[in-house]
């Protein structure tokens, strides 16, 4: 493949990785609003910050969607836990900074 097909292709595909990036932190975003509602809805009733039995559920189905997506599900795991350890430390804020 000449030189300039390769760059061409290398900056098509690295345009695309760009639009993903920015899809997922938009994404991301969305989600840190919901659950940062979800963390002054619990603050507000007493409830928990972490709700390990949701947590289970959820993972089962991140699992299963990775699967069907040829995405690794253990890297699905991962991400899904790095992300619910900081939603758990937010709600943790939001009720000390309550009582
Ligand atoms: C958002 C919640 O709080 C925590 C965070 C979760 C998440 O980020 O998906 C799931 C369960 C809880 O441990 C919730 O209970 O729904």
């Known amino acids: 493949m000449p030189d300039s097909d390769v760059t061409e292709r290398l900056t098509r595909l690295r345009k695309s990785i760009d639009n993903i990036d920015a899809a997922l932190v938009h994404l991301l975003a969305e989600r840190f609003k919901c659950t940062q509602?979800?963390?002054?809805?619990?603050?507000?009733?007493?409830?928990?910050?972490?709700?390990?039995?949701?947590?289970?559920?959820?993972?089962e189905r991140l699992r299963t969607l990775a699967e069907e997506s040829e995405l690794d599900p253990a890297f699905a795991e991962k991400w899904f836990s790095f992300v619910v350890a900081e939603v758990i430390h937010h709600h943790e804020r939001i009720a000390s900074e309550r009582a």
């Open 37 to 59: 509602e979800v963390g002054h809805l619990k603050a507000t009733h007493g409830l928990p910050a972490a709700d390990p039995s949701r947590e289970a559920q959820q993972v």
